[in-house]
């Protein structure tokens, strides 16, 4: 099982270390620097790395390499999964998952680190569990502990370790009872020079808080559940009923946590709400080039596309750009060679335009690698797919609680080639 | 108020403040002392010294505190050991702690400590939490009987936890279940041959309830011991199939994958026209494509099973290309994964499709990515034949783009389609010539230069071309040098009369000016063949080529079952099995999938009569055969033959060395008798090579060879056994079987000797191993190349490697063995010398052999006494050095000789024996020490054998 975890910064310290089982030396690490070295780029570092007596799994998370060390035939995912928990535990516990809010409170990560694996065995890693067991940092828990004495981790056990329903604590009380479903959907595309999609689909999420009292049992119910064929679901939701009524019905886990994932991929379902007209080109001569991009809307049944932001790698022999942007802002950071368009809402009369010269360095060569737009943008109250919640029933609790549901396109790995 | 504070100070009396701090009265700066010493223990300063006072800390009913004080323990009693024995009476108290809580956390710890002595303390607290009322207590404790067995395996043993453990498989909560499992599991790992897991459909339907119920690891935990299951019947696996489905459809991506191993293994023993296997292929494309949308890293190993995936069963994902197109800013290892699989999924149906993204990939900024990206769309044209034609044309437009590293990698793909497609796009080659100058890379030069001379009666200019080359044929890499050789020897044989003089250039660089054995064997054999006997050189060089075929990068099949078996392990991230990754001397039980329904196999023996069908299956794709390799030494060092990169080394070493041994006996044969040599053109090679004058036989040849290389190497020579029957002619239709073995430098020898006593003539002879005790196989096949007929004998020497799958056996030494010719499968065992498996390299370096002998516990030592031997201690050192037993060091004392001697096992595992031999007195004594104290007594009947023959 897992052995131990280094938590390396950018700049290579080492800088906390911990075992679950002996001691690991940190000299271990030095075949993942070595791999880092000969990766360049922190994204670009492989995974899973051998060394002649370990194996060094890693994920990259703000700037923080967690690398965790197996000894014996551990699957890969299990560590990788596991990884992204404690990142995700940091940003829960401390708000970000930074060095700097590790080192500050690297007692409780410590204690957190303790909790969550026992031997290299996965004890607690649901973020109710911990919290009852290890308070998070508060300012005002802080002053409370240091003039009463008393401390942040709990003497009771938590109630959710035992029962069947692992992620819900006992006892929970509130005063206004709200239950809140947020549908993401983010479109995943490629778009050729043409315009024409050569790839897209949507990966939709429903992200949930919510704050009921005692033990709610949830029946959420879809307009169209038909879309969805491909989804995976919080440990809370009742495969079967799924399977026999296509209905989501659960007891919720307290706060906030992902109720289900889903996966349009049918090419005709997915509707491209925004398109690209682009043209770079490079004089044969010159050192100079020119650069002309428009933006449209598309599918976006009536709504509005707000926050686009196109953003553009441009090849390493470009020095500079001297562009006019009809609406918003425009930067070239001429060291990583980034173009940024800040368009911000499309206006259907009046179409975005970016339009000028760019210039190469003096007898460089005509590139020969053609750039990829990157686009970001938002749709708010819609989700692409169409799906559409029903209604939202409570059986379990007698009072009536508040219920909303919101809905948001965003563009996930858009991109347009050139 | 942040923890930093912890960190800034290191002056100088920071250990005697804390010291005084940690004896403070008051709780809260007790407790705040703590944390500064955990704080600094995190960034690794070592603050050992505190411990008695941080122990005394221990005794609090502050939890948090406890807590603290638990983790500094778990990290400094190792180093103190005898401080730590003050702790446990702390903790055997708090296991009877009321709140569950404290007992779970107490039992925890303790495991943790890894201190011999405090184990001892630990049993009784565990045995009773085992059995808890409170379920999260047992939860934990089945866990730290996994962390007890890690310390001192033979106590837990001893104190029957295995049992407990075993028991807790049925207990009534669905956590302890998992972490039971879980901890057996992980103990079953270093105890390959156990029985720990032993599963029957009971046990497999309460696991299958507790899947339901557990948490998410939990459910990896039991998915992966599910796999290692065989269902009795088809019915079972369906059955075993429908509950574990639903977990395809949960958020954590390593129970999914968990999940496609159990179905994938288990659909195996699926009937194909059942309606419920159709329906199980469509239900796996869906979690796997989304797997595809977490994280990079995810994306990355998930992407490596996939693979395995799609060469088992390319029908679940043939649909769904598109979601393998690369996004521009997936890391580089996700875009390489994606990559291979296209080109794995690529049919008639898609191949536009593919070809333009793989055209769009060519003008990507990563060079490596491009390179790949070229390369696959000759994969593509090789894999899907209505393509070819497309591919060619969309590699001369990345030509046209004259970037230097497209068109050299365009260059290299185009020489393996004229290969798949000879004699239909030689149009381009005009294209090709043209780019000749910017060609810097080697194999990209060697490409080139094997399409000149294979096309050479075309190209009008092929030798100024290839003259063009040989100016600098001293600075030329090997690959190029070879390519030159043997094109200019076509060039020849196809257009003599103008290409004489080059012809002879190049051979007299290669033969006389080049110091690469391979580069100056060549340069001989074309050289006399083309002196002897123009009309077979040119049936030789220019002979047709075996075809390539997409195969070549396909898992060879039997390790796909097994890497199939191990999806989402580390075994699949690397496409390598299990065995090549454990350390040491940890077993591993190879893994195969379950036989389908009614597939008739025999079942009296099922384990040989398996590993046999399984080896007449994969002997073809495994070992090429000889033609095929022939061809291609002859043609190329270019693109890899059929036997792909997963083929084991040592298997790939003794084919080579087949064939190398093969020729060279034939061409010595040929060539050594005839004093004509060389007329044809005029000059002598001034070298003559030295392993000539083996028998002209083709297939005895092969064994004289390795007989010839035996003597060569080993002057001293290792003992060999003469032969005995294995197998008499009345137990197998006529067919007796006599054999040895023999260590002839470094290569490990069956030689055996067939006769047959029938009346018919028997052919197809082929021969398998069950596994053994230290994984000898076959590295070959049974070189029987003739039929034998009645009252023949024919001795035939097999190779064989250490590589194979291993099982002990009893005794140790024992070898079962199935031979199989067109009559019938025969089976015998014998046993061999252990001193086969003793390695050239087994010399210990005196400080490591002394610090090794008192390293090995004296329980581990065995005495042996071996009778009237009456050789002095030199000339035994000397007899035992040519079975590889070497001597470290002598000492005399009173008369009386002490040799010190080392063995290595090819498996690593090392022996150490002390061999006393007293002036006149016939008995030596032998004290025999390893680590695996089971070899001893095989050791000692070797010493008897080498020192008495």
Redesign the interface.
């Known amino acids: 099982m897992i052995h131990s975890l280094f938590l390396i910064n950018s700049a290579g310290d080492i800088f906390l270390e911990k075992h679950w089982k002996s001691v690991i030396s940190r000299s271990v690490c030095d075949y993942f620097f070595e791999a880092q070295e000969k990766a360049g780029e922190p994204d670009n570092v492989p995974p899973v790395i051998r060394t002649p007596h370990h194996y060094l799994i890693n994920i990259y998370r703000e700037k923080i390499f967690f690398v965790s060390v197996i000894q014996t035939e551990v699957p890969p995912l299990f560590v990788i999964e596991f990884l992204h928990r404690v990142a995700e535990m940091f940003q829960d516990y401390f708000g970000e998952s930074s060095e700097a809010a590790i080192k500050d409170n690297v007692v409780i990560v410590y204690e957190l680190l303790e909790e969550m694996l026992d031997n290299g065995f996965p004890l607690a890693t649901e973020s109710n569990i911990l919290k009852e067991l290890i308070k998070p940092p508060t300012i005002l828990r802080s002053v409370v502990n240091t003039i009463t004495g008393s401390s942040n981790v709990g003497e009771t056990l938590p109630t959710g370790q035992l029962s069947t329903i692992p992620w819900r604590r006992a006892g929970v009380k509130y005063t206004n009872n709200e239950a809140y479903f947020d549908v993401v959907e983010e479109i995943d595309a490629i778009l050729d020079k043409s315009g024409t999609t050569v790839f897209a689909e949507i990966q939709g999420v429903i992200d949930a808080c919510v704050k009921l009292s005692g033990m709610p049992d949830l029946t959420l119910s879809f307009m169209n559940p038909r879309l969805l064929d491909d989804v995976s679901f919080h440990p809370c939701v009742r495969f079967k009923r799924w399977e026999s009524e296509r209905v989501l019905s659960f007891v919720p886990p307290d706060g906030n946590f992902q109720l289900m994932s889903y996966h349009v991929s049918a090419q005709n379902l997915v509707a491209i709400p925004v398109y690209v007209k682009q043209n770079i080109s490079f004089f044969e001569t010159g050192s100079s080039g020119r650069l002309d991009i428009t933006v449209g809307p598309k599918q976006t049944m009536g709504k509005t596309v707000e926050c686009v932001l196109v953003t553009i790698h441009m090849p390493k022999v470009i020095l500079s750009a001297n562009l006019t942007p009809t609406q918003g802002t425009y930067t070239y950071d001429p060291v990583t060679k980034i173009l940024m368009w800040d368009i911000g809402k499309l206006n259907h009369q009046k179409l975005p335009n970016l339009k000028g010269s760019l210039s190469l360095q003096s007898g460089a060569a005509k590139p020969e690698e053609n750039p990829s737009l990157n686009i970001e943008f938002k749709i708010q109250q819609l989700a692409i797919s169409g799906l559409k919640v029903n209604r939202l029933d409570m059986y379990g609790e007698k009072y009536k609680p508040f219920k909303g549901v919101k809905y948001v396109t965003k563009a996930g790995k858009f991109q347009v080639r050139t | ?4 504070k ?2 800034t100070t290191t002056k100088k009396g920071e250990i005697f403040e804390l010291k005084a701090e940690l004896n403070s009265d008051k ?2 700066k007790k ?1 705040e002392a703590v ?1 500064k010493v ?2 600094s223990m ?3 300063k070592d603050v050992s010294a505190l411990f008695p006072d941080v122990v005394n800390c221990m005794q609090t009913d ?4 406890k ?2 004080v638990y ?1 500094y323990l778990m ?1 400094y009693a ?1 180093s103190q050991p005898d401080m730590a024995i003050m702790a446990v009476n702390t903790f055997v108290k708090d296991c009877e702690d009321p ?3 404290i007992r779970a956390l107490a039992v ?1 710890t303790m ?2 400590i ?1 201190v011999d002595k405090i184990t001892e303390y630990l049993c009784e607290p565990l045995r009773k939490c085992l059995k808890d009322e ?3 207590v047992r939860k ?1 404790a089945a ?2 009987v ?2 007890l067995h ?1 310390i001192n395996a033979q106590l837990v043993e001893d104190q029957g936890f295995l049992d407990t453990l075993k028991d807790l498989i049925s207990d009534s ?3 302890v279940v998992a ?1 039971a499992v ?2 057996l599991s ?1 103990i079953a ?1 270093s105890h390959p041959n156990s029985n720990l897991l032993d599963l029957n459909p009971q046990t497999i339907n309460k696991l299958l309830t507790a899947l339901n ?1 557990c ?3 939990g459910q ?1 935990f039991i998915l ?1 011991c599910l796999a290692n299951y065989t269902p009795r019947d088809d019915r079972e696996s369906q059955s075993i199939c429908e509950r574990v489905t ?1 977990r395809l ?6 129970v ?3 999940a496609v191993k159990v179905l994938m293994k288990f659909m195996e023993m699926l009937p194909k026209d059942l309606d419920y296997y159709g329906t199980l292929l469509k239900k796996l494309a ?2 796997l ?2 797997l595809l ?1 977490a ?4 994306q ?3 992407l490596r099973n996939i693979n395995l995936i799609v060469q088992k069963r390319p029908e679940i994902l043939k649909h ?1 290309m ?2 393998f ?1 690369v ?3 997936d ?3 996700v875009k390489l994964e994606k990559l291979d699989i296209m080109i794995r999924l690529a049919s008639q149906a898609n191949i536009a499709q593919v070809l ?2 793989l055209k ?1 990939y060519a ?3 990563d060079v490596d990515f491009v390179r790949k990206a070229v390369r696959a769309i000759g994969r593509c044209a090789i894999k899907v034949e209505q393509s070819a034609e497309r591919c060619v044309s969309t590699l001369l437009d990345l030509i046209q ?1 004259k ?1 230097n590293y497209v068109v050299q990698e365009a260059i290299v793909v185009i020489k393996d389609i004229f290969r798949k497609y000879p004699n239909k796009y030689e149009s381009v080659i005009a294209t090709l010539c043209e780019n000749l100058d910017s060609l810097d890379e080697p194999e990209a030069r060697a490409a080139m230069i094997w399409i000149v001379g294979e096309y050479a009666e075309r190209i009008d200019n092929a030798d100024e071309l290839l003259e063009s080359f040989l100016e600098g044929f001293h600075d030329e890499s090997t690959q190029v040098q070879l390519q030159l050789l043997t094109a200019i020897v076509k060039l020849f044989l196809k257009k003599p009369t103008e290409t004489q003089e080059l012809v002879q250039q190049v051979l007299s660089l290669a033969t006389q000016d080049s110091d690469n054995p391979d580069l100056r064997d060549r340069g001989y054999i074309y050289w006399r063949l083309l002196s002897t006997d123009p009309v077979a050189a040119k049936e030789v060089v220019l002979a047709e080529k075996p075809l390539i075929s997409e195969e070549t990068d396909l898992i060879e099949p039997t390790l796909l079952e097994e890497l199939i078996c191990h999806i ?4 699949s ?2 496409h390598k099995p ?1 065995s090549a ?3 040491g001397s940890r077993g591993v039980q190879h893994k195969r999938l379950p036989a389908r329904a009614g597939s008739g196999e025999s079942t009296d023996s099922p384990d040989v009569s398996q590993s046999v069908g399984g080896a007449t299956e994969a002997a073809p794709t495994v070992i090429p055969s000889q033609g095929d390799l022939l061809g291609d030494l002859l043609n190329l060092d270019l693109a890899p033959p059929a036997a792909g990169p997963t083929v084991p080394p040592s298997m790939q070493l003794g084919a080579m060395d087949l064939l190398g041994g093969g020729l060279d006996s034939l061409l010595g044969g040929d060539i050594g008798g005839s004093p004509a040599m060389g007329a044809g053109l005029g000059s002598t090679p001034a070298v003559m090579p030295t392993s000539l004058g083996a028998p002209p036989v083709v297939g005895g040849g092969l064994g004289d060879l390795f007989d010839l290389g035996g003597s060569v190497g080993m002057p001293a020579g290792a003992y060999v056994p003469p032969k005995s029957v294995w197998l008499p002619a009345m137990k197998a239709k006529g067919l007796e079987i006599s054999g040895t073995f023999a260590r002839r430098s470094g290569v490990i020898q069956m030689e055996l000797s067939l006769t047959n006593k029938a009346m018919s003539v028997m052919t197809d002879f082929a021969i398998q191993f069950n596994r053994n005790s230290f994984g000898l196989a076959p590295a070959g096949p049974l070189q029987v190349l003739t039929p034998l007929s009645p009252n023949q004998t024919i001795e035939v020497s097999l190779p064989l490697s250490t590589s194979g799958p291993v099982m002990k056996m009893e005794p140790l030494n024992n070898l079962q063995v199935a031979v199989k010719n067109n009559i019938d499968v025969f089976y015998f065992s014998c046993q061999y010398p252990i001193s086969l498996l003793f390695v050239e390299d087994g010399k210990m370096e005196r400080q490591v052999f002394l610090a090794t002998w008192k390293d090995i516990p004296n329980d581990n030592e065995a005495q042996f006494v071996i009778k009237d031997c009456h050789l002095n201690s030199d000339a035994a050192s000397s007899k035992l050095q040519g079975s590889n037993i070497f001597t470290i060091a002598k000492r005399t004392v009173d008369n009386q000789d002490m040799l010190y001697q080392s063995i290595k096992l090819t498996n690593g595992i090392w022996v150490l024996t002390e061999l006393r031999v007293q002036g006149g007195n016939p008995s030596y004594t032998l004290s025999v020490k390893c680590r695996a104290s089971e070899v001893s007594q095989f050791v000692y009947q070797c010493y008897e054998l080498v020192l008495k023959n």
């Open positions: 108020m942040t923890d930093s912890y960190f709780k809260e407790k944390k955990i704080a995190t960034v690794g502050n939890l948090e505190l807590k603290l983790l990290n190792k709140n569950p809580l925890r495991g943790c890894r409170d379920p999260y934990t866990v730290c996994a962390k890690d909560n669905p956590m972490n879980a901890a992980e790992e119920e948490t998410e690891w990896i992966d639903p459809s949960h958020a954590n991506s390593a999914v994958l968990s869906p979690p494509v989304t949308s994280e990079p890293e995810l990355y190993v998930a769904e598109k979601v197109f996004k521009y800013n890391p580089i290892y333009a993204e769009e003008t990507e900024v783009t970037v989402g392990t580390l075994a991230v690397y299990p990754f454990v350390e």
